[in-house]
Every structure is written in C-alpha cells, then in structure tokens.
C-alpha cells in the first residue's frame, strides 16, 4: 500500500465514508403477559468467555491509563501542523454527518475532548464500512488482518494516513490501550463468518466487540471526577454497560431490518426457542394485518426488560466522570433508552415500523440530562 496524505482542499469536500483496504488513496474506510419463570436476566455469573474477554480488556485499559494519565509515549510522527487540524476538522465533519446524536453530545465537551472523540469515532466507522459497507463483498479476512497492521502501526507513530494521524495525535494526549481497538476488529471478523448466535453469551460477547469496546476507547477521554479516589473499575463498567445496552437497543430495534436486509439474527437463537418463535417466523415477521404477535410480544418484553436493567447498571457510574463528560454521557443514556420506550409504543413491531427519538424528544431530553450530572459525586 502507498503511503497518502490527503490534501486539506480535498478533506473538506469528500464525507463519504469507505472502508475498503484495496483502495490507493483511503480517505475514510465508512401489555403483555409476564415472562417464562425458567427464562431469567442472566447475570454475570452466567456468562462465561464474553466476560472474561471484556474483563481482561478493561483490565488492560485501567492499567494503561493509570500508568499514562496525560497520554501514551508515541514516537513523534510527521504529519502536524495545519494538515493534522484539517484532519480533525473532517473527523468532526464525517461524525455530524453520519452520528448527528452523538455529535450532538461532543457538542457538550472540551473542543480537546470532542476532537479526540471524533477521531475515535472514524476510527471505528472505518472499521465497520469494511463489513457493513458498499465494498464489504471484496473483504476478506486477510484484509482486516491488514487493518489490524495499520492500527499496531498507528499506535507506534506511523500513521498511514492523515486519519489515522488524527488518532495517533489522540493516543499521545489521552491514556488509550490498544486492546479494545483490537478487539473491535475481533468482532468484524466475527460479522464476517457469523449471521447467528445461539446463546446470550455469544450476543454479549458480539455486543462487547462492536460497541463495549467503542466505551473503553472513550473512557479515559472522558476522564474521572478528581474527587473520586476510589477503584476505576467502577467506572469502567458503567462505560461498558452503557455501551452493551446501547448495542443491544440497536439490534432489537433493527431485528427486521437485519433478517430482511443481511439475513442477520442477532437475538438468542435459545431464547427465542423458550418463546416457540422459529427463525423462520422471524424471516416473515411477527406481524399480520398491522398486530404483532403475542408470543413475540412476550418475547419482546424480556429483551427490552434486560436492556433496561442494564441501562440501569451504567447509571451507576455515571457521575464518577469528570464534571465535563458527564452531561454528554447522560444525554446518550437518555436518549437510547427512549428507543426502547418508542419500542413499546409500537407494541413491539420491528418488522413493519422503525422505533426511533424525534429531533423534539432529543432536544427536550437534554435539561433532564444537564440536572443529572449535576449531581456532585458523593464519597461513601
């Protein structure tokens, strides 16, 4: 591959976001009845290889960032100046135009902060285009072996190119490990071979890839309430439950979309058994002349009530991050959690209709957030 830098005339007119590894010049690679008594929330005691992998990545992470709190010792690298600001600029450019709600919450940080989340953020758009996007056909596993070369590189101060020089420059201002980035790749090699999962445990472990990786990335810029000296864990996994609840809120709001578009089904192959829900049912969709189905409906509940439970988890840890981040933070939980709430309001139907937060919902949830993080981190 031959090393490019973009110019910055070029970076400010192209957003369109591709992940493609054979390109020359990359620029961005883009009321029902209750549940079943046996079938429970599982716990952490149930789950067994995603939590080991999410724990030892935390691990790793805590370790890096108590080890470099102002940033990890990177060789200097030669892209600085006005192209590194231009570079920032279209990080900044690309995540409004395709995550208006999460730009809307870096519009609630330090512009330092809200750069550093940009570029982590293209980081990861890139890395999903390479399965998700319109090259994602001509990816193979050697191609995200690639990326994976790019990223050890990047983290050693040789960018491949401006983007990944935004991110380099990020690494040396803020305590981030390189594990959850690994990860996050584990997972598109997982999106590669894999359309269904057979257990909740397998799902978590998917959710912790693609997206409780994209909080242990966030966390140390996010940064920890000064006052607070106790253990970072508790931190930590609040990011990571906030993260899994986002993700599985996506994949139930998309359960439809997925089957019918990808032939994906990222529910529990298992639990949709104890509901008598076949994986055929799912490729038709539980619904019939605009009413959903009971049995889905009962189903539905369950998930929903899970996610809930662990949207209540990352609140826990919510106001042991620095004052500044906390506001943004309160913001995506609020406004995720709606989704589910919109998710009831349509009796469950993900099939026929799109559960989603309107532009007004979004706004008048902020004074709600902003009176959250207010609330000063209280030692025990």
């Not at 009845?33 to 935390?58: N, Q």
């Not at 490729?283 to 899970?306: C, I, N, P, S, Y």
Request: hydrophobic fraction near 40%.
């Amino acid at each position: 591959m031959r090393q490019s830098v973009l110019r910055p005339h070029a970076m400010r007119t192209r957003l369109r976001v591709r992940a493609t590894m054979m390109a020359e010049d990359p620029r961005l690679v883009h009321a029902v009845s209750s549940i079943p008594a046996k079938l429970i929330i599982p716990r952490v005691g149930d789950l067994g290889k995603a939590k080991a992998i999410e724990d030892a990545a935390m691990r790793r992470c805590i370790e890096t960032h108590t080890k470099y709190p102002n940033g990890v010792p990177v060789p200097q690298q030669t892209i600085r100046g006005a192209v590194l600001d231009d570079a920032y600029t279209l990080c900044g450019e690309v995540t409004g135009e395709f995550a208006k709600t999460f730009y809307l919450g870096t519009q609630l940080m330090t512009p330092e902060q809200a750069k550093a989340i940009w570029a982590i953020y293209v980081w990861c758009r890139r890395t999903d285009e390479l399965v998700d996007g319109p090259n994602s056909s001509k990816i193979t596993p050697r191609a995200l072996d690639r990326w994976e070369e790019r990223l050890e590189a990047l983290f050693d101060g040789r960018p491949y190119d401006v983007l990944d020089a935004a991110l380099t420059d990020t690494i040396s201002k803020f305590p981030l490990d390189i594990q959850p980035f690994r990860d996050m790749i584990e997972g598109m090699r997982m999106d590669l071979v894999k359309t269904r999962y057979e257990t909740y445990d397998e799902l978590y472990e998917y959710c912790y890839r693609v997206a409780g990786t994209v909080s242990l990335m966030s966390m140390p810029v996010m940064g920890i309430d000064p006052n607070y000296k106790g253990p970072m864990d508790a931190v930590y996994k609040s990011a990571l439950a906030l993260g899994t609840a986002n993700q599985l809120t996506n994949i139930l709001r998309d359960v439809g979309e997925d089957v019918q578009q990808r032939d994906r089904i990222y529910v529990p192959l298992d639990e949709l058994a104890e509901y008598g829900i076949t994986e055929q049912e799912i490729k038709d969709g539980l619904v019939k002349e605009g009413k959903t189905a009971e049995k889905w409906q009962r189903f539905m509940k369950f998930q929903v009530q899970r996610a809930r439970s662990i949207f209540k988890e990352s609140e826990e840890g919510c106001n042991l991050l620095d004052e500044k981040a906390r506001w943004p933070v309160w913001s995506a939980l609020i406004l995720y959690r709606q989704i589910l709430d919109a998710l009831e309001k349509n009796e469950y139907d993900n099939f026929t209709q799109r559960a989603f937060v309107s532009k007004m919902q979004k706004f008048s949830s902020l004074p709600a957030a902003w009176v959250a993080a207010k609330q000063p981190y209280k030692p025990l």
